[in-house]
């Protein structure tokens, strides 16, 4: 039986190629790292497949359907039932076929730009991968996982300016909400940490982190790390040329780093910026839920 998507030719191309996923806290450079990525001409990475919303539902959709199941086999068919419940191991196979096809997307894209021949790496970045590794570990085996992480607190001003790019933090009528959600996006920040190091930890060799500071610092540095331990060309015209097509004045129509646009997705492209929106109530806040994980990480703390 022919598969209904190109998941069924993809999976002999991944004979041949290798998978990852791009995953971090939101507003921690995983777009910029995604397009990084895409520009090198052995690596292929989408945008965003949001397929961790299907692994959420899919859990209490399968949960109904086996008491669905299990009643009605125990009324009509008892001993002569033929289907049994479905388990985890279904759940992650669907999953896994769900992310065959929507590489299948970027398999496409990739032969577009005249990379078929050359590839070497296809994966999807999504910020979502980091609420459950485990799963995503055991949905994709052999996968590798590229993580970002910047400070928690320019995460946190970048994802406000985000979501509200008119609204300035401290003003008297939207400081009670800025300060209200500190410590919730503290306790993620911290958390996903926590998941990233265990995660390096129990693969070692296939989990690779960059820091968005030191992105900015030396964006061809970092490169070169990354895809040596990929084993992809690093010559210096290849690295140049990736970088240039991402720097962030490419990237935001001209502005140079510091030049603010609150309404673009790339609005300042500089660290550190949490201390212009930040005061000691806030900075306390923050500190006193991730205050050593950000010591752990480098970070002023």
Request: hydrophobic share 40%.
């Amino acid at each position: 039986m022919k598969l209904l998507s190109g998941a069924g030719e993809l999976r002999s191309l991944l004979n041949e190629v290798g998978v990852f996923v791009v995953t971090g806290v939101t507003k921690s450079g995983t777009t910029w790292l995604q397009r990084l990525l895409n520009s090198h001409p052995e690596v292929a990475c989408g945008g965003e497949s949001k397929l961790n919303v299907l692994l959420t539902h899919l859990t209490p959709a399968i949960r109904e359907y086996n008491t669905v199941l299990t009643k009605t086999n125990q009324k009509i068919y008892k001993e002569q039932a033929v289907y049994d419940p479905l388990g985890r191991e279904q759940l992650l196979a669907a999953m896994q076929y769900f992310f065959l096809d929507r590489l299948s997307a970027v398999q496409t894209g990739a032969a577009a730009a005249g990379k078929a021949d050359a590839l070497r790496w296809i994966g999807d970045k999504d910020p979502d991968y980091k609420r459950d590794l485990v799963s995503w570990r055991a949905i994709l085996p052999e996968a590798r996982i590229i993580s970002t992480i910047r400070d928690g607190r320019d995460c946190y001003v970048s994802l406000w300016f985000h979501l509200y790019p008119e609204r300035e933090p401290l003003a008297a009528e939207n400081r009670a909400d800025f300060l209200g959600r500190i410590k919730g996006h503290a306790a993620t920040w911290r958390d996903t940490a926590a998941k990233f190091q265990k995660d390096a930890a129990d693969y070692p060799g296939r989990h690779f982190s960059l820091q968005y500071e030191r992105m900015l610092e030396d964006t061809a540095r970092e490169m070169t790390a990354l895809f040596d331990w990929l084993g992809c060309d690093t010559s210096e015209a290849t690295i140049a040329e990736v970088v240039r097509r991402n720097s962030f004045q490419a990237l935001s129509g001209g502005r140079n780093p510091g030049e603010t646009d609150a309404k673009s997705f790339l609005r300042k492209g500089i660290a550190g910026d949490w201390k212009n929106h930040f005061d000691e109530e806030c900075d306390t806040l923050y500190r006193d839920v991730a205050g050593e994980a950000l010591a752990a990480a480098g970070y002023e703390a």
